[in-house]
């Protein structure tokens, strides 16, 4: 069984990688720290007591799980959104407007790593560039090419494990994975970075 600290280290050292994985696969930065949040309590409610070598997979099919809940909810909501619509008076443009009024861009916006002050500015450019390349090639990947790429060289998962959490066969995980690799150098290739 996790020690209450070496769970909490745990959910500290998972947060940022969960997050970049839910932000690549829905796009908003709220979502996807909902979906975090929301696979870091069903953890803890459900798996406190497992041991700590056991946490890295638990979590990574409950996260998976909890972006897959919210496409199907999202489809659900589309879906009465559009059938009901017609019933709805349309918007009038202040209404519109004042959707816009509790934006803060001060809490959206990216701070710089520690550690990065004192390196050369014009290599932390580039490697700021290169992973800004890097993430937009994986948001482009098909949702399971992704998941599997993120997965196995992100979480650094075992191909059985892979297969465990997206819930198919180890072979379906080295043809996804196959594919993204492919992928992202096609696109790593066209713009100028050479692997």
Sequence with gaps: MATRQEFSD????????AFKQAMF??????MALDIVQEA??????KYADKPVEELPPL???ILQNAIHDHFRRQKSQSLLTTLFSAF??????SDKDHNDVDYDPLETMYVADDKKYGKN?????EQAEL?????KALEDLPLRQ??????????EMDVSETARIMGCSEGSVKTHCSRAVHALAVVLRSKGVML
Excluded: C
């Design 146 to 155: 992704r998941e599997a790429f993120l997965l196995r060289y992100w979480e």
């Design 88 to 93: 709805l008076p349309p918007l009038s443009h």
């Design 25 to 30: 696969a829905v796009r908003d930065e709220n």
């Design 10 to 17: 745990f959910l500290k050292g998972s947060e940022l990688r």
């Design 131 to 135: 992973i800004e390349v890097i993430e």
């Design 59 to 61: 979590f990574q099919r």
């Design 40 to 45: 870091m309590m069903k953890l803890t409610r």
């Design 121 to 125: 500015p014009q290599i932390v450019l």
